[in-house]
């Protein structure tokens, strides 16, 4: 719990006007008129080119005089996952109006979904004071120097989910479409990639202990779910200091099909094909000779494999009840 703020604090309010379908730009200026009017002051920085948001956003973070007392962000995981890189270690708290496809982040949280909802939570943290301190997981390692660029440059750290297998195989040709939209193109995307896809062999150090198993994926979960509701690791915490790192071992494609609906409960963890372990910090490879595999993060693309990815304990504090 911080020290209690005076009513009327200013806010930077970070938009992402593309998310959820087009409808971010409307719940970011809805949001925007909801905090004036609760007596909040409001800076908005909604723009489509969210490199831009970030460097303006990240410039008045810098200042002295005037600067934001909190950062609350409109969007999706992707939006989220750009306000905890800012932030990271600064102790100004985040604010999150959901707004995208998935919101896996809001929901691991237990915020809420409805942004009129979230705003209301917002106001009523920022007047009492109360935060919730969240672990966040930084990244390194060989695959991020080749793929550093633009927005890729600021995505040193994710707050969800990294994918590192079939899973991010399915992002890596979900995001190469406009149709269909929402959770439905990651379904379809899964629909063609699974015919094709090969599990690979993995080689992966979790706190010191090697293990070097083949796997259809390798999910590395601080948060419990992932596109759009799929409980890939339904016991993962934000606040508990560890990783939850997901193995799904070779399986028939029919038998993928047939257990797949599980993973939208989280009973996919009881089944023999599934493993899970938990780490602090973990280096993860391949070791077969096929191409790297491209590791995802909070949805968005991070880089080729090998990674190296530890966990910062309470490191972003969250406008969010205990």
Known sequence: ?????????????????????????????????????????????????MAWCITSVGAALAQR?????????????????????????SRMPLGVIPAGTGNDIARSIGLPLDPVAAVDTIDACLRSGTTRDVDIVGISGAGRPAEATDLNRTRSIFAGVMATGFDAA?????????????????NVAIARELPLYRPRSYRLELDGELWEPDA?????????????????????????????????HPISKSRFIRLFPKVYKG??????????????????????????VIAYADGERIGPLPLTVEVQPGAVSMLARP
Request: charged share 20%; with cysteine; net charge neutral.
């Open 216 to 248: 259809l994926l390798v999910s590395i979960a601080n948060a419990a779910s992932y596109g759009g509701g799929m409980r890939i690791a339904p016991d993962a915490s934000m606040a508990d200091g560890l990783l939850d790192v997901v193995v799904v």
């Open 267 to 292: 009973t996919h963890t009881d089944l023999p094909d599934v493993e899970v372990r938990q780490a602090k910090r973990l280096s993860i490879c391949t070791t077969d000779s096929r191409p790297a």
């Open 65 to 89: 005089a005037d600067r934001p007392d909190a950062l609350v962000v409109v969007g999706g995981d992707g939006a989220v996952n750009l306000a905890v890189n800012l932030l990271a270690g």
């Open 170 to 186: 399915v992002s890596e040709r979900a995001n190469l479409w406009t149709w269909p939209k929402g959770p439905a193109r990651y």
């Open 1 to 49: 719990m911080s020290s209690n703020p005076e009513p009327g604090v200013r806010v930077a309010l970070m938009v992402n006007p593309l998310s959820g379908r087009g409808q971010g730009a409307v719940t970011g200026a809805n949001a925007a008129t909801r905090l004036q009017a609760l007596g909040h002051r409001v800076t908005r920085y909604d723009r489509a080119d």
